[in-house]
C-alpha cells in the first residue's frame, strides 16, 4: 500500500464524523459532501507526519471550511435552509453504524436545523461543535479566531437562541392533521380569512432552492403574506404524514416533488418548509393519507 492509499483510508475512518459536522453546520448535503471533500484536498496537500490526533485535525479542517461556506452564503445570497431532513449522517470520531446515525440525527432533530440557519456563522460553529460534537473550547477558539472564553459566550448566546425558538409542537396527531387538512382546504378554495385563523401572526414560509427553482418564494414572513402566497393553490397536495408528523406532499408520476412540512404550535401554523430535493426527498418516510 502505498502513502496515498494509506492517506485515503485514515480519511475514510473519519468521513461519517466530518459529514456530520459539515451537514449541521451547513444544512445541506450537498454542501455537506462539498466541505468534506475539500478537506480530503487540503490532506493530500498538507503534510500530516506530525499530526496526532487526526480526527481532530480534520474536524477543524471542515470546521474551518464549512464556517467559509456559510460566511460566503451570508455575503452572497439569503439562502433559506436546504432542508428539514433527519438525515442519516454519523457521530463520533468512528461512527459508521447507519442506525446510530439516524438515532443522533433526529436526537439533533429538524426544528433544530431551521433554528441554526438563523445564527450568525461563528455562533452556528461554536454551538454545533461544543454542544453537538463536544468538542472543547480551547479548540473552537482558533477557527472562529477569538479566545476560548468568547467561544463559550459565542455557543451560550446560540444555544439561548435555539432554546427560545424551539417551542414544543402540538403532539395530538389527530389534531395536527385536522389543522394541515384544513390548510389545504382553505388554500384549494382561496378562502383566505380561514388562512389567517390557522396562520401564526409570525408564520414563516422557507423554500429550499429546488423548491424556488420550479416557482416558490424562498422566505415569506406574516400570516397575510403567507396567506397570500397559498390561497387558491395546493390543488394538488396531498394530507400525507412526514416522518410520523401531519404534512402534504405534491407527487406526480407516483413520485414525490414538493413535500410541505407543517410546525404547529398553540392551535396554529408557525412554520411552513416545501422541500423539493431529490436527495433530500428520498430520506423522508412519507405516507400518503389522503385519497
Known sequence: MNDHEFLAGRFEDHRSHLRAVAYQMLGSLGEADDAVQEAWLRLSRSDTSKVENMGGWLTTIVARVSLN??????????????????????????????????????????????????????????????????????????????????????????????????????????????????????????????????????????????????????????????????????RAAKLALIDGVAGAVWAQGGQPRVVFGFTISGGRITEIDLIADSEHLRELRLVIIEA
Not at 120 to 145: G, K, M, Q, S, Y
Open 69 to 234: 461556506m456559510l460566511r460566503s452564503r451570508n455575503t452572497l445570497r439569503e439562502d433559506p435552509l436546504e432542508t428539514l431532513t433527519s438525515a442519516p449522517v454519523g457521530d463520533g470520531e468512528e461512527a459508521s453504524d447507519p442506525e446510530q446515525a439516524a438515532i443522533v440525527s433526529d436526537s439533533v432533530g429538524l426544528a433544530m436545523l431551521v433554528v441554526l440557519d438563523t445564527l450568525a456563522p461563528a455562533e452556528r460553529l461554536a454551538f454545533v461543535l461544543h454542544d453537538v460534537f463536544a468538542v472543547p473550547f480551547d479548540e473552537i477558539a482558533p477557527i472562529v479566531e477569538r479566545s476560548p472564553a468568547a467561544a463559550r459566550k459565542l455557543a451560550s448566546r446560540a444555544r439561548r437562541r435555539v432554546q427560545g425558538a424551539t417551542p414544543p409542537p402540538d403532539a395530538d396527531l389527530l389534531r395536527q392533521r385536522e389543522i394541515v387538512g384544513a390548510f389545504l382546504i382553505a388554500s384549494r378554495g382561496g378562502d383566505f380569512g380561514a388562512l389567517l385563523a390557522l396562520l401564526d401572526p409570525d408564520v414563516v414560509l422557507r423554500a429550499d432552492r429546488a423548491a424556488v427553482l420550479v416557482g416558490a418564494s424562498g422566505l415569506v414572513r406574516g400570516a397575510s403574506a403567507v396567506a397570500g402566497t397559498f390561497s387558491g393553490r395546493s
